[in-house]
């Protein structure tokens, strides 16, 4: 008889968990961005560095190398180290004094949390066969949505009644007693032992990855429509506090209570049922789990609209809600077809390969964009620069579901090329 430890749907809780925290830590900063721009005296651009290109610089770089220790070795271990680290750095961010001090206190969390999905990823396809793993992403990814919902609610209260320092302290402590959980309750699968396509070959190079992965143009174009979907969708989010507050008037805590449930719900339902319906449609034809992310990103654009420009605060929720939630369908998707191409050996470097593209595009470039975009408009259109600042995820969203469609039009052909589809 299994044991809790051998059960998947606990390791998938397990994990989900702390992809939540993970994203509670990465994303408290942003409910936080006003008072600290306010106490540090610092510009829309030094915010939009300290909320992407900051975390995203050494998140990137080092997620690569810790992927193939994961690949390699204990992928268990390396998330425990993973969380521990992003927590504690979390948690000083409440003693700085300066922009340079907070910066890398973020360049800390973003080394903490390089070795957090990867392994986590290559776990989950260890625990679920291919025909249920993009189910099993998008409920892994929740915590995306989860993490934001808790970090902007709780957040955004303990900023207004205790400050922001008080807040980074109570937001990084419980990381550390669940790193402890994490070791001592999971067990590490092996590798592979689910798969049609067995990995009784010796372990690839990085470059042999790099080779197989960029040889199939599926992944290729499928790796840079997430980039440029996440693009608006950090670019946005990560000023959305501060456009509530400096656009709409809105109160800080009662920003943080709407962004984290429309957020939240919004963001959940839709990384959710993008999995969900991808693996059911899936069954009839496999190029859906890139259709859906294609339809779904034209359909937030429309909404993103509302959001922007309306100047009812109803209208501009009722936006931000339908361009979340179309605009998170693509996640789950797309690291099961990742995955699908690849053997278990290469499941966590191919993982890191994906992330690296999506939070290079992403949240390293889509903030600082827009908050550069906002200190220049700002002399001529004052709060408003970031209205316009906002259109060009216009562009970004577009180019990200021409990509999807482009990536469907070559899957079943790589897929029979890995060996993956008879």
């Given at each position: 008889?299994?044991?809790?430890?051998?059960?998947?749907?606990?390791?998938?809780?397990?994990?989900?968990?702390?992809?939540?925290?993970?994203?509670?830590?990465?994303?408290?900063?942003?409910?936080?961005?006003?008072?600290?721009?306010?106490?540090?005296?610092?510009?829309?651009?030094?915010?939009?560095?300290?909320?992407?290109?900051?975390?995203?610089?050494?998140?990137?770089?080092?997620?690569?190398?810790?992927?193939?220790?994961?690949d390699k070795g204990n992928r268990k271990n390396i998330i425990v180290i993973s969380i521990s680290l992003w927590s504690f750095m979390t948690a000083i961010s409440g003693a700085v004094s300066s922009f340079t001090q907070l910066l890398l206190a973020r360049?800390?969390?973003?080394?903490?949390?390089?070795?957090?999905?990867?392994?986590?990823?290559?776990?989950?396809?260890?625990?679920?066969?291919?025909?249920?793993?993009?189910?099993?992403?998008?409920?892994?990814?929740?915590?995306?949505?989860?993490?934001?919902l808790i970090g902007f609610v709780i957040g955004g209260f303990i900023a207004k009644h205790y400050g922001w320092r008080i807040t980074f302290y109570t937001i990084g402590i419980p990381g550390l007693l669940l790193a402890i959980v994490l070791y001592f309750t999971v067990k590490e699968p092996t590798k592979g032992q689910l798969d049609s396509l067995k990995s009784?070959?010796?372990?690839?190079t990085l470059k042999q990855v790099y080779k197989i992965l960029f040889g199939y143009k599926?992944?290729?174009?499928?790796?840079?429509?997430?980039?440029?979907?996440?693009?608006?969708?950090?670019?946005?989010?990560?000023?959305?506090?501060?456009?509530?507050?400096?656009?709409?008037?809105?109160?800080?805590?009662?920003?943080?209570?709407?962004?984290?449930?429309?957020?939240?719900?919004?963001?959940?339902?839709?990384?959710?049922?993008?999995?969900?319906?991808?693996?059911?449609?899936?069954?009839?034809?496999l190029r859906w789990y890139l259709w859906g992310p294609m339809i779904s990103g034209f359909l937030s654009l429309i909404f993103v609209l509302l959001l922007i420009f309306s100047d009812q605060i109803i209208w501009v929720i009722a936006g931000l809600f339908l361009t979340v939630f179309f605009a998170s369908f693509y996640l789950a998707p797309v690291i099961g077809i990742t995955h699908s191409l690849v053997n278990a050996k290469m499941r966590a470097i191919a993982s890191s390969i994906l992330f690296f593209i999506l939070n290079f595009i992403g949240l390293g470039f889509g903030p600082l964009t827009i908050g550069f975009l906002s200190d220049s408009l700002q002399p001529e259109f004052g709060d408003l620069s970031?209205?316009?600042?906002?259109?060009?995820?216009?562009?970004?969203?577009?180019?990200?579901?021409?990509?999807?469609?482009?990536?469907?039009?070559?899957?079943?052909?790589?897929?029979?090329?890995?060996?993956?589809l008879q």
């Amino acid at each position: 008889m299994k044991s809790y430890k051998d059960n998947k749907w606990y390791v998938l809780f397990i994990l989900t968990l702390v992809y939540t925290f993970s994203f509670i830590d990465r994303q408290i900063l942003v409910i936080l961005s006003e008072p600290i721009k306010s106490e540090l005296g610092l510009s829309d651009t030094q915010l939009g560095l300290l909320t992407g290109l900051a975390f995203a610089a050494l998140y990137v770089i080092l997620g690569l190398p810790i992927a193939r220790i994961a690949d390699k070795g204990n992928r268990k271990n390396i998330i425990v180290i993973s969380i521990s680290l992003w927590s504690f750095m979390t948690a000083i961010s409440g003693a700085v004094s300066s922009f340079t001090q907070l910066l890398l206190a973020r360049i800390g969390v973003g080394i903490g949390e390089a070795g957090g999905s990867p392994p986590s990823h290559s776990i989950i396809s260890d625990y679920f066969p291919p025909k249920k793993r993009a189910t099993a992403f998008a409920i892994y990814s929740l915590g995306i949505y989860i993490g934001i919902l808790i970090g902007f609610v709780i957040g955004g209260f303990i900023a207004k009644h205790y400050g922001w320092r008080i807040t980074f302290y109570t937001i990084g402590i419980p990381g550390l007693l669940l790193a402890i959980v994490l070791y001592f309750t999971v067990k590490e699968p092996t590798k592979g032992q689910l798969d049609s396509l067995k990995s009784h070959i010796e372990l690839p190079t990085l470059k042999q990855v790099y080779k197989i992965l960029f040889g199939y143009k599926s992944f290729v174009y499928a790796a840079l429509g997430t980039g440029f979907i996440a693009f608006g969708q950090y670019g946005i989010t990560n000023f959305l506090p501060s456009f509530l507050q400096r656009i709409h008037g809105m109160d800080l805590a009662v920003a943080g209570y709407v962004l984290g449930l429309v957020l939240g719900v919004g963001g959940g339902l839709g990384v959710f049922l993008g999995g969900y319906l991808s693996d059911r449609l899936g069954l009839k034809d496999l190029r859906w789990y890139l259709w859906g992310p294609m339809i779904s990103g034209f359909l937030s654009l429309i909404f993103v609209l509302l959001l922007i420009f309306s100047d009812q605060i109803i209208w501009v929720i009722a936006g931000l809600f339908l361009t979340v939630f179309f605009a998170s369908f693509y996640l789950a998707p797309v690291i099961g077809i990742t995955h699908s191409l690849v053997n278990a050996k290469m499941r966590a470097i191919a993982s890191s390969i994906l992330f690296f593209i999506l939070n290079f595009i992403g949240l390293g470039f889509g903030p600082l964009t827009i908050g550069f975009l906002s200190d220049s408009l700002q002399p001529e259109f004052g709060d408003l620069s970031l209205r316009w600042a906002f259109c060009i995820v216009l562009v970004s969203g577009s180019l990200a579901s021409v990509f999807f469609g482009m990536a469907a039009k070559h899957y079943r052909a790589d897929l029979k090329s890995s060996g993956a589809l008879q």
